[in-house]
């Protein structure tokens, strides 16, 4: 099954997230986001706690006023995939040399011509799932 294009403005966009967001530029990354964005951050206890757009940017905005080095802009791009006005985007995240790597979850949608970000999953950087999701078969099929 071969996949179908994909539009060059989600490229962009992620580009963007990860520069303008890098640098705290709090004004800059407004229109990246809808209005009702939230984060999912999983911890490593398991439990999955949500981040409102505003506590987001709150948090954004005072690590800018308070002079914070801007974030790394280390990322990859592991996977796009549109289907009409949504898509789901797949990084490689390091925000730090400092840090351990991220997996980033976007998820994506395009209302009024214009590609933002409706919501984010934060997982740790898992080490792979080789093969299949399912454990290998005890019984011949």
């Known amino acids: 099954m071969t996949q179908s294009p994909i539009d060059p403005a989600i490229e962009t966009l992620i580009h963007d997230i990860v520069h303008i967001g890098s640098a705290y530029d709090v004004d800059g990354m407004e229109p990246l986001y809808t209005a009702d964005q939230s984060f999912l951050v999983l911890g490593g206890d398991g439990?999955?706690?949500?981040?409102?757009?505003?506590?987001?940017?709150?948090?954004?905005?005072?690590?800018?006023?308070?002079?914070?080095?801007?974030?790394?802009?280390?990322?990859?791009?592991?996977?796009?995939?549109?289907?009409?006005?949504?898509?789901?985007?797949?990084?490689?995240?390091?925000?730090?040399?400092?840090?351990?790597?991220?997996?980033?979850?976007?998820?994506?949608?395009?209302?009024?011509?214009?590609?933002?970000?409706?919501?984010?999953?934060?997982t740790p950087w898992p080490g792979g799932i080789e093969g299949s999701l399912l454990p290998a078969r005890t019984r011949p099929a």
């Open 47 to 122: 439990e999955v706690r949500r981040v409102s757009r505003a506590d987001s940017f709150a948090e954004f905005r005072s690590r800018r006023d308070a002079g914070e080095r801007p974030l790394s802009t280390e990322h990859r791009v592991l996977h796009i995939e549109q289907q009409g006005n949504h898509a789901t985007a797949i990084l490689y995240r390091r925000m730090s040399p400092d840090l351990p790597p991220a997996m980033y979850e976007l998820r994506l949608r395009n209302d009024e011509g214009a590609w933002q970000v409706a919501g984010e999953t934060v």
